[in-house]
């Protein structure tokens, strides 16, 4: 069967990202958890930072110069892939550790898996991205798996 | 305001449902959120582009916020005693401004000896369909 996964594409595997090391702020727990509609006053008042606040404390942020013109920025850990229409994605979340304001939060990301499948309308690649959260102790606060689909 | 569960760990038995909650986010929710992100993907507040370009009906609801509702749904339901300690979902089908959608879940299995809790919870849109299943696992204070 032929495959649309190179060799090269393969071997970018178990690429890793550079450490990425934030501050847990007041304000922009309370930001994230009013644009969620959240309803709990810890997570309103910005006392702890609610579920899945990683995924805004760890978006990159790129300069103007850096997003596509349709406003995306380029994921730097992936390479270059043959198929390039992003569809459907999963995410599993392991919380170890409650966050609060204060908190410096380090994530580095890694490919973990690059795979493909034949589906009925044509071939789907699929990658994984492992984000490991721990603070300034290295102690674990937060595991990331996301899979997303190509085709 | 929001009420939190008050009953204990004992009273949760399997097939409990999580309250369904209705979600009806508009252009400035949706802006907020991905403000808070740093995500200009145009499908999310320019309606042309995600029309006309893109070819979606509308703009596009975030697939992490349907993800963010399912963990509201269950800490909501846990109450203050209770913990979140992981969450698997997988965005099937996108939905857009203007639409209602609806998150909940149900009790699949507890352990009342270890307090362990494991759910079933969803995103479903006014058709039923569920866009975003997902587990979950929660501890309640024994």
């Known amino acids: ?151 | 305001m929001l009420m939190n569960r008050s009953l204990p760990l004992a009273a949760v038995q399997v097939g409990e449902e999580l309250p369904e909650r209705a979600l009806k986010p508009d252009n400035v929710q949706l802006f907020l959120y991905n403000a808070a992100l740093w995500n200009a993907h145009r499908i999310h507040f320019d309606e042309p582009y995600a029309t006309q370009v893109e070819g979606y009906p509308g703009l596009v609801i975030a697939g992490p916020m349907l993800g963010d509702w399912l963990n509201q749904s269950v800490e909501e339901w846990l109450g203050e005693e209770g913990r979140l300690v992981s969450i698997s979902y997988s965005n099937r089908a996108a939905c857009y401004i203007g639409d209602t959608v609806y998150s909940g879940g149900k009790v699949t299995a507890v352990d009342h000896a270890s307090g362990e809790i494991q759910l079933e919870v969803y995103i479903r849109n006014e058709a039923g369909e569920v866009i975003t299943p997902g587990v979950a696992k929660a501890v309640m204070e024994v």
Do not use: C
């Open chain 1, 1 to 151: 069967m032929t495959t649309l996964l190179s060799d090269e594409l393969l071997a970018t595997i178990g690429r890793q990202s550079a450490p990425h090391r934030e501050l847990v702020t007041r304000r922009d727990i309370r930001k994230y958890a009013i644009a969620t509609g959240n309803r709990q006053r810890k997570y309103l008042d910005g006392d702890q930072a609610p579920p899945m606040f990683h995924v805004a404390l760890f978006w990159d942020v790129v300069e103007l110069d850096e997003l596509t013109p349709d406003g995306v920025s380029i994921d730097t850990l992936l390479p270059k892939f043959p198929l390039e229409k992003a569809m459907a994605g999963g995410l599993e979340i392991d919380y170890f550790k409650p966050v609060y304001p204060g908190d410096w939060l380090t994530a580095t990301r890694t490919l973990t898996n690059i795979y493909e499948k034949h589906g009925r309308s044509g071939p789907l690649i699929f990658y994984e991205v492992d984000m490991q959260i721990v603070d300034d102790a290295g102690t674990p606060v937060i595991r990331e798996q996301t899979t997303r689909l190509l085709r």
